[in-house]
């Protein structure tokens, strides 16, 4: 199982992560805005995670690593 680690301060919700998700498991967080007024991206089910780096390769500010 990949695990998805996000760094929400860095995070500017620009959402190229979201779509880029071919699993649709990526979310503009509702309840978090961060330091920089943004509301960040977060999985919402971390288990159906593939692993499969689209959304880190797709993130201008390198805000996501993935661990497998």
Same mark, same amino acid.
């Given at each position: 199982?990949a ?6 301060? #860095? !995070?500017?919700?620009c +959402?190229? !992560?979201?779509?880029a !998700? $071919?699993k649709?498991?990526?979310?503009l ?7 920089q007024?943004?509301? $960040?991206?977060?999985i919402?089910?971390m +288990? ?6 689209? !959304?880190?390769l797709t993130?201008p500010d390198?805000c996501i +690593?993935?661990e #497998?």
């Amino acid at each position: 199982m990949a695990v998805l680690y996000i760094d929400q301060e #860095k !995070c500017k919700g620009c +959402e190229l !992560c979201v779509r880029a !998700c $071919p699993k649709g498991l990526l979310i503009l967080s509702e309840s978090f805005i961060n330091h920089q007024g943004y509301h $960040p991206v977060e999985i919402k089910e971390m +288990e159906k995670c593939i692993g499969c780096i689209s !959304c880190a390769l797709t993130c201008p500010d390198i805000c996501i +690593e993935i661990e #497998k």
